[in-house]
């Protein structure tokens, strides 16, 4: 059974860092790619990044570019994602998602629970 | 401003048919497969319908979606009421260079 299960989340300040981490399991993580997808309170679904299976290409949607890097340990199974410089239009649930190829049909089909990232002073 | 538009919200009746409409542009629905997503109140996304019209396992044959040019649909048949969630359209944006969701539809059942 695929499991992916987030951690990391917190309560922040402006300008703070934060690393989420998304523990897989039930499936062969190094040949998959991985997403995160955010969701603000109230608001709809927003990918923020994705790595290919062997972490070699990494792309992030604008408005992170340059504040989140997303990483992964394919030896333990684990997806990362580092958040820097936050901002208040950060506070989101933060989803792990598994990410099938090619990019022409991408899709996630199996996602976590969930990470709660607040950003407030 | 979602890349994709879907109208906010949707209603029908328990054993109605109803549709929710994606739409998009050449560099995304229309050159790329169209997905949608369940969101039931306080849950994760689910995978609900994959490369325009396929379902994962698990998933009733009441569910379909479809895709014609730069938009897409999902359509609901006998509708249930524990089919009142979140939908959202997601697709490969080319200009991007990562998916997109839409704004999502809020399905009400009656």
């Known amino acids: 059974e695929v499991q992916l299960v987030e951690s990391g989340g917190a309560l922040v300040q402006p300008g703070g860092s934060l690393r989420l981490s998304c523990a897989a399991s039930?499936?062969?993580?190094?040949?998959?790619?991985m997403s995160w997808v955010r969701q603000a309170p109230g608001k709809g679904l927003e990918w923020v990044a994705n790595i290919k299976h062997d972490g070699a290409e990494m792309s992030y949607v604008d408005s992170v570019k340059g504040r989140f890097t997303i990483s992964r340990d394919n030896a333990h199974n684990v997806l990362y994602l580092q958040m820097r410089s936050l901002r208040a239009e950060d506070t989101a649930v933060y989803y792990c998602?598994?990410?099938?190829?090619?990019?022409?049909?991408?899709?996630?089909?199996?996602w976590g629970q969930g990470a709660l990232v607040a950003v407030s002073s | 401003q979602s890349v994709l538009i879907q109208p906010p919200s949707a209603s029908g009746t328990p054993g109605q048919r109803i549709t929710i409409s994606c739409s998009g542009s050449?560099?995304?629905?229309?050159?790329?497969?169209v997905h949608w997503y369940q969101q039931l109140p306080g849950t994760a996304p689910k995978l609900l319908i994959y490369?325009?019209?396929q379902r994962p396992s698990g998933v009733p044959d009441r569910f379909s979606g479809s895709k014609s040019d730069t938009s897409a649909s999902l359509a609901i048949s006998r509708l249930q009421s524990e089919d009142e969630a979140d939908y959202y359209c997601a697709v490969w944006d080319d200009r991007l260079n990562g998916p997109v969701f839409g704004g999502g539809t809020k399905l009400t059942v009656l």
């Open positions: 490369r325009n019209n």
């Open positions: 998602a598994r990410g099938l190829i090619p990019k022409w049909q991408f899709y996630f089909d199996f």
């Open positions: 039930g499936f062969t993580f190094r040949s998959y790619w």
């Open positions: 050449t560099s995304n629905v229309g050159s790329n497969a």
